[in-house]
Structures are given as C-alpha cells and as structure tokens.
T-cell receptor, first 113, second 111 residues
Framework: DSGVTQTPKHLITATGQRVTLRCSPRSGDLSVYWYQQSLDQGLQFLIQYYNGEERAKGNILERFSAQQFPDLHSELNLSSLELGDSALYFC????????????FGNGTRLTVT | GQQLNQSPQSMFIQEGEDVSMNCTSSSIFNTWLWYKQDPGEGPVLLIALYKAGELTSNGRLTAQFGITRKDSFLNISASIPSDVGIYFCAGPPQGTYKYIFGTGTRLKVLA
C-alpha cells in the first residue's frame, strides 16, 4: 500500500459531462502529481501542486483543471468529456525535496460513453 | 519536447534468465527512478538513483545512473514469472519539477 488514496476507482459517464477525481497524498507529502494513462500507453504528466500552489504543468487540456486544498488533498476536474478522455488517471505524491520519489495511488478508471 | 526512450519496447524471456533494459534522453537528469506497473494498478517504485555512476540494488534488481546523466539501466537477475509487467524509468529533467516517464518496457516471462 503506497499510502496514496484515489477515489472513485471506476467512473462511467457520458460525453459532455463533468467529473471530479479525488486524491489524498501520503501522510507528510506536500506534492501531488496527476498523470493520464490511455490504454497500453505511457504515463502523461498533467500537472503538479506543491503545498497548495501549482508548480509544474504538462500537456493538460483547457477542459481539465486541478487544485490542491489546505489539507493537501487534490482534485482533478474534467469537463465537456469526450470519448478520447477515457483513460486511467493516476495521482502520485512526494515529499519535501524536489527529487523525492513519487508514490502512486491505484488510479481512477474513467470510461466515457 | 522532453522524452525518455526505453528499450527494448517488449521482451519475452525464459524463467531464470537475466534481463537488461535501458532508458535514454537528450536531457540531463539529476534523479532517475524505476517503476514496475502491473495491469490496472499504479506504478510501484523499485529503485531511486541520485548520483551519476551510482549503482543500487533491490533484491534481484540492480539499476545504474549513467555517467553522462542522460541514461539509466535496469537489470533483473534470475527472472521469475511475477516479474511480468511494464517497467518505466522516470525523472525530472534538470531545471524542472516535471517528472516525465519513459515509454516503458513490457516484460513477459515464459515459465
């Protein structure tokens, strides 16, 4: 168990809808990262937060947004969903040092129909 | 953009064989991480490397931080069926906070 909790595990929704994915980092970790993994693909970096502030941004679509709250949990909001957004979405957390390794949750599997 | 290339892309090996895979980039890295991912699960950290030339082991796994700081290597000795999965390298290119992931090496072990 990595200590990173993601909810829900599965999500099925229709095109055009909006969903929110939630992540609780490991105790003591200040950084949260979000990744998207499409079927049989690699992990695409979306965004990173550190202690509530956005620190790095990847190829995150404008329809997607995220935030990290004062209690350090994070939410990833996906709106105007398209079929191509179907994927596994992973959250990872890391410690204070900039090169602390990432520890991953078990992901949320999003299916857009 | 920044990219991590892993090779081989996939490999079939016999149980008991040793496995080698590598990860290369055009960018310099100060940290290299190796992960294993099982189907439908999150990647699990195997080894972390922080210095050029560093050699670190975790059981049957050994990883090395390349001298040029643009590559890393992972070896698995005496493979067993549970080594099946996808192995990813990852790290933040120098000067960034973005942890990017390699393209992955899919390992299949034949009993």
């Amino acid at each position: 168990d990595s200590g990173v909790t993601q909810t829900p595990k599965h999500l099925i929704t229709a095109t055009g809808q909006r969903v929110t994915l939630r992540c609780s980092p490991r105790s003591g970790d200040l950084s949260v990262y979000w990744y998207q993994q499409s079927l049989d693909q690699g992990l695409q970096f979306l965004i990173q937060y550190y202690n509530g502030e956005e620190r790095a941004k990847g190829n995150i679509l404008e329809r997607f947004s995220a935030q990290q709250f004062p209690d350090l949990h994070s939410e990833l909001n996906l709106s105007s969903l398209e079929l191509g957004d179907s994927a596994l979405y992973f959250c990872a957390s890391s410690g204070i040092s900039y090169n602390s390794p990432l520890h991953f949750g078990n992901g949320t599997r999003l299916t857009v129909t | 953009g920044q990219q991590l290339n892993q090779s081989p892309q996939s490999m079939f090996i016999q149980e008991g064989e040793d496995v080698s895979m590598n990860c290369t980039s055009s960018s310099i890295f100060n940290t290299w991480l190796w992960y294993k991912q099982d189907p439908g699960e999150g990647p699990v950290l195997l080894i972390a490397l922080y210095k050029a030339g560093e050699l670190t082991s975790n059981g049957r796994l050994t990883a090395q931080f390349g001298i040029t700081r643009k590559d890393s290597f992972l070896n698995i000795s005496a493979s067993i069926p549970s080594d099946v999965g996808i192995y990813f390298c990852a790290g933040p290119p120098q000067g960034t906070y973005k942890y990017i992931f390699g393209t992955g090496t899919r390992l299949k072990v034949l009993a």
